[in-house]
């Protein structure tokens, strides 16, 4: 009987709420300004440009993989394969680069770059469709299917290299598959091509959130699932999609990472999908599904990139960095409560 | 009968008063579920609270049992003013309450759902010993014959209904409140809740009774009430009242939801449903909709009036795409769609507008634009990208068209009342241009005003060559726009009225017990 889920009035637009608003709607651009203020104090050397392009380039990992969690957190769902995926993708992408060895023809293939990338990401693909297929069809629960996922994929990484570390990516000319460290080192108009890869995902995920009909599905089916299926959004394909982005993204991490660090580990990316979680979450993005922005999350990524960059800087022992990066979390957490709380429908 | 008055000083008194409200109101938010009512419960008698869904009977008894604070007005305890902070404090007075919804936890056992949050404590934690004997003395007294060591979730409805009651019962209130306590009890079951309510009140005990089966409740009751949109609008003693006295105060005089839309031929026929049947989704080995079959021409509006339970919304969701049928076809406009998608019947002409808005009509982080359009999302697509200037107008021509009153395509959801809400769910249906629109309860929880708009909107939608489908748990509903009304009992037709029938002939046919 009567309307209980309703109506909490613009109250909070009046008066003083107004500067609490701002803060709590802004506050991961407040945590960055910050964050950038207090390093910059702390050390000189914080406050460079070729600090921050290092520093972005360091953030450009996460934030790869934050933007495919957003989608999924979007969605009211969770992946907590990214990780492994993208040590999956780093070892099949140093795979290939060693050449791929045809037994039958008895050759050993050795396929150029672009198609290295592209084969990873269809790669990333697949394992992350596995993850949306699981939840959308079989109704396995997002958590558990993506954690099977995640042991899965990272013990076939490990079982491809037994264990090791391919140490050289280059390539070599006379096979014509040299350049694969141009993603992780090579420069665009000064900017670290990671940071421009980033750069450009981000504003392809922002306008696809934003204006395409697929991001309104999106939107929808994570806000209210029984809704949207019956204004006729496709629910499922809805779900498996963001689960292949996800999937995508966190291979083109790999590729990004593995570039970087011009090796493929096997054991590489371990928790970073919490990291990619926190990102979201301290962007302002609900985990129960249907708010969050691709500007929250790039700001979320920033703000952890930069905080434990800013940590190392100035010399503080990574085990400090690990609690005060959980702190920054549980902080952003309560405030989600404090601003989507106050909305909570009852009863 | 006696002439009335709503003022509780002024009426034929009888008995102590033990509890009563005074001036109480209740606002959420822009919606006023209660406007100042005024209501005592007597000492060891029954006093029965009738109202329309939306008439703010839950919400009276909620305040009384301190589930939710009122806005303004006082409760009064024996004599005492009296606030309660919480459910506890009121139960710690005496006053217990069984919900309209079950409130039991399923995985747990009848024993302990009983003694949930007051457990027995012994030397060694929990008495069950003592908790399994009580709650068998409880199920005697009712009459069930069930295992206090069943989980609940194994026990059919009815069953869980009386869980839930023997807890009410369990903990010795002086008064108890049952909001629609037999919904789902059976005959014989609801008999023996009557026999427990007269020992209950031989013993000075209570009752306040709220219940959809206005003659079951007139059975029991010693005084009634009667609330329409938040005031009380009548009272009198039983000796006084009848049905029909009942029935013209919960609607009141002047209850005009339209008439049937005439001057125009219907059309072709635009759905026709053959032998549809549609297995209890809970997976029972009965049939929620049985081998039904029902046409509907463009133009026309049809009303399925039917008691809880008997298949209106799993008929409605199946036709909609969200369940499938077991057997049977459903072909809109000469074309079978049984096999397609939700998305693409409701291209093809087919919309539902769901019963429970806000579970399954909107998407509460999404503003009231944003929601609009969902279902129209693929007219005002180019490539990939939203047109903005499109759906902006979109947008406005529906606001404009069912006349949601809001400040804007950009407003939250939440800042909209029931009715407009409920007119926000009908005008994104409406956007996709349908043929056959079904509304399950389009006007469930929504005031008068708001519900003569609904009615009004489809009838116009008639005139216009829309096929219009509803459902309702309100005779007086079916008696407005409908050229048609369904009766459906336990899956099937089992009548058919035209537009002249009356309300004791459609009540008979649906299985309720209507002395003529």
Request: aromatic share 6%.
């Amino acid at each position: 009987m009567s309307d209980t889920g309703v109506t909490r009035a613009s109250s909070s637009k009046e008066g003083g709420m107004g500067i609490v608003r701002l803060l709590l709607e802004g506050r991961a651009f407040f945590a960055l300004i910050v964050i950038i203020a207090v390093f910059s104090f702390l050390s000189p050397n914080y406050l460079t440009v070729s600090n921050f392009l290092i520093m972005a380039s360091h953030v450009a990992i996460y934030g790869i993989l934050a933007i495919g969690m957003l989608l999924v957190i979007l969605n009211g769902g969770i992946d907590l394969s990214v990780g492994s995926i993208l040590a999956l993708a780093g070892v099949v992408a140093g795979a290939m680069m060693q050449g791929v060895e045809i037994q039958a023809a008895g050759v050993i293939l050795y396929p150029p770059v672009w198609a290295v990338v592209i084969l990873t990401c269809v790669m990333g693909a697949l394992v992350g469709a596995v993850n949306g297929v699981l939840v959308a069809w079989f109704k396995v629960p997002a958590f558990v299917a993506t954690l099977g996922v995640m042991y899965v994929a990272r013990g076939v990484a490990l079982l491809m290299t037994n264990g090791l570390t391919y140490n050289n990516l280059s390539g070599r000319a006379e096979l014509g598959n040299t350049g694969f460290d141009w993603l992780g080192f090579n420069r665009l108009f000064g900017i670290p091509i990671s940071v421009l890869v980033l750069a450009a995902i981000a504003i392809l995920a922002g306008i696809m959130l934003s204006r395409s009909s697929f991001g309104r599905w999106l939107y929808a089916s994570g806000g209210n699932e029984r809704a949207a299926e019956l204004s006729g959004v496709p629910v499922k394909r809805v779900k498996i999609t963001v689960y292949t982005l996800s999937g995508i993204l966190s291979a083109v991490a790999g590729l990004v990472l593995s570039s970087q660090l011009t090796s493929a580990g096997p054991t590489a990316g371990t928790t970073y999908e919490l990291t990619a979680i926190a990102a979201v979450v301290i962007g302002g993005a609900a985990l129960t599904g249907g708010r969050g922005t691709v500007r929250g999350t790039m700001l979320g990524a920033f703000v952890i990139g930069f905080l434990s960059d800013g940590l190392v800087i100035i010399g503080v022992s990574s085990y400090w960095q690990t609690v005060f990066t959980g702190a920054v979390i549980v902080l952003a957490v309560l405030m989600n409560s404090i601003q989507y709380g106050g909305r909570a429908r009852k009863g | 009968m006696t002439a009335l008055s709503d003022t509780p000083a002024a009426r034929p008194d009888a008995g102590e008063v033990v509890l009563a409200a005074r001036n109480v109101a209740k606002s959420y938010g822009a919606v006023q579920a209660l406007k100042g009512v005024n209501f005592d419960i007597h000492r060891g008698q029954v006093t029965t609270l009738f109202g329309e869904n939306g008439a703010g009977k839950s919400t009276l008894m909620k305040i009384l049992s301190g589930v939710i604070q009122p806005t303004s007005g006082e409760i009064v305890l024996d004599g005492q003013p009296v606030a309660f902070a919480n459910s506890t404090e009121a139960r710690d007075r005496g006053i217990s309450i069984i919900h309209q919804e079950l409130s039991l936890a399923p995985n747990l056992s009848v024993r302990d759902n009983i003694f949930m949050g007051r457990e027995i404590m012994g030397a060694t934690g929990v008495d069950f010993a003592e908790e399994e004997r009580q709650t068998k003395v409880l199920m005697e007294g009712l009459e069930e014959e069930i295992d206090p060591l069943t989980p609940v979730e194994e026990l059919r409805l009815g069953q869980q209904q009386i869980v839930e009651i023997a807890r009410a019962l369990s903990v010795d209130s002086r008064i108890l409140i049952m909001d629609e306590p037999t919904s789902a009890l059976s005959a014989a079951e609801v008999e023996v809740l009557f026999k427990v309510i007269r020992d209950l009140t031989a013993k000075g005990v209570s009752i306040v009774y709220i219940s959809h089966h206005l003659e079951e409740a007139l059975q029991i009751t010693d005084h009634a009430v009667v609330l329409r949109d938040g005031t009380m609008t009548a009272y009198a003693p039983r000796a006084e009242i009848d049905l029909e006295w009942i029935v013209r105060n919960m609607v009141g005089e002047n209850y005009d939801l339209g008439s049937p839309p005439d001057g125009y031929d219907f059309g072709e026929v635009a759905l026709s449903i053959r032998d549809l049947t549609v297995p209890d989704p809970a997976g029972g080995r009965y049939n929620v909709v049985d081998r039904l079959s029902l046409d509907l021409r463009a133009g026309e509006v049809v009303c399925i009036y039917g008691l809880m339970g008997a298949g209106r919304t799993e008929l409605l969701e199946t036709v909609a795409g969200r369940f499938g049928a077991s057997g049977g076809e459903i072909v809109l406009e000469g074309r079978e769609v049984s096999h397609l998608t939700i998305a693409d019947r409701i291209e093809r002409g087919l919309a539902l507008v769901p019963e429970d808005r806000q579970r399954d009509g909107l998407v509460q982080t999404m503003s009231v634009g944003q929601n609009l359009s969902l279902a129209s999302i693929r007219h005002f697509v180019r490539g990939f990208l939203i047109r903005p200037a499109v759906e902006k107008k979109l947008i406005e021509d529906t606001i404009r068209d069912v006349t949601v009153k809001t400040s804007g395509g950009g407003a939250a959801i939440g800042s909209l009342s029931g009715g407009n809400q409920q007119k926000v769910v009908i005008g994104k249906i409406m956007a996709t241009h349908p043929k056959v629109i079904m509304l399950d309860e389009p006007s469930r929880g929504i005031d008068i005003g708001a519900k003569a708009e609904v009615f009004r909107l489809l009838a116009e939608g008639a005139r216009q060559g829309l096929a219009v489908v509803y459902s309702t748990s309100e005779v007086g509903e079916c008696l407005s726009i409908a050229h048609r009304i369904i009766v459906m009992h336990k899956g099937r037709i089992s009548a058919e009225f035209d537009a002249s029938a009356t309300k004791e002939q459609i009540m008979a046919a649906s299985g309720e017990s209507v002395a003529a």
